[in-house]
């Protein structure tokens, strides 16, 4: 059975926060001792990290302790923007193990190798890895290569820290070990099922296509005509108002999963135009391109990305019926929140109303970390849910 409770605080004073949200955590989860707890705090609480953590250790009786700064935080309470906050998620289970890490560059390896070289005697069937990198210290595509893995096999889940926007400073922490520049994280194994949606905030244009000619990460034919002539096809359907909202940003969509000729939204993987070769007809891309793949193009606005949400969480929720999730991780974009949609709490409302009494964990990131048709990749502007449940 999977045991789990979340609580957040406010106080100014961080180890009392961190005791507060502990107390209020264990208490809802029923626990005299965790086995895992995930701590999520923001920046102003920085010189109090060491004490916060040990508050969080004494009160869960618990060593397997990770997380990071954020600059927002989000429980299922709300999603705390601009305010002081620390947060706990604690766990109990005999069918999982955890398996916690905070590795550092160390000059011989890359980050990411030396994390699936930890990781490798313990990786089981089913397992699921949650990163909190920091991004001045590795891309976070580049760790997603490193570590490597079928997003199947092992789902990659995660999110960048961020932390104080005015030094820049961002933290991780495993157990009572604050550092910077590494990588905290922790290796789930066991009697346990994983349910993962991306929210990727994007409203599809004209219809799909297929990459019927393509070089490296240059896309020449869509469905046998020029690609730069449909991407022209599918913004003239576009009003000016849609083109005002978005920005003037236009992303395309790749369906991973090459069987999959019928994408709905969550199957795409969202990545930028990065410019068109007019002599070529051909536009480029910032992913690797196949031959064959499926893919639209997208433009972000608020109305896209909460219908995203929305569709994502009913998805889930659907899924959800034979496996109903004992705790899950939410982990967003700092592009979205408030600053997109005008309004607080909006993703957590729509998760809330699906999950109602799930504990729910997460913060707003420097990056997104989550499996798209069967590859793990990493992601921006987007909103990862993570649903684990009992098998």
Known sequence: ???????????????????????????????????????????????????????????????????????????????????????????RSDQLSALSFCVAEDGV???????????????????LLVVLPDVRCVQPAELVQQIGGNGDALPIVGGAASGDPMSGQMHQWCGTEITESSVAGVLLTGDFHTEIGVAQGCQPIGSPVEITRAEDNLILELDGEQAVEVLQESLALLTEEDIQRSGRMIFI??????????????????????????????????????????????????????????????????????????????????????????????????IKEKFPDLPIIGFFGNAEFAPIGNRNFAHAYTGALVLCSET
Do not use: W
């Open 1 to 91: 059975m999977i045991r789990a409770g979340v609580g957040h605080s406010l106080n100014a004073s961080g180890a009392e926060a961190a005791e507060q949200a502990t107390t209020v955590a264990m208490g809802k989860a029923k626990l005299a001792k965790a086995d895992l707890v995930f701590v999520f705090a923001t920046g102003d609480y920085q010189s109090e990290y060491t004490q916060l953590c040990e508050a969080v250790q004494r009160i869960s009786g618990c060593e397997h302790l990770i997380g990071c700064s954020g600059m927002s935080i989000l429980t299922s309470d709300g999603e705390f923007e601009g305010q002081s906050v620390v947060a706990v998620l604690v766990l």
């Open 109 to 127: 390896s890359p980050v990411g190798t030396t994390i699936r070289n930890h990781i490798r005697s313990e990786l089981r069937e089913n397992s």
């Open 253 to 350: 969509g790749i369906a991973m999963d090459k069987s999959n000729r019928s994408p709905k939204p969550g199957d795409y993987l969202i990545r930028n135009i990065t410019g068109i070769d007019p002599q070529n007809s051909a536009i480029g891309v910032a992913e690797r391109i196949e031959t064959g793949q499926i893919v639209q193009f997208h433009l972000r606005n608020p109305f896209a990305a909460s219908e995203d949400i929305y569709a994502i969480v009913n998805r889930l929720h659907e899924r959800a019926q034979a496996h109903p999730p004992a705790f899950g991780l939410y982990f967003n974009c700092l592009g979205r929140g408030t600053g997109l949609y005008g309004e607080p709490n909006h993703d957590i409302q729509i």
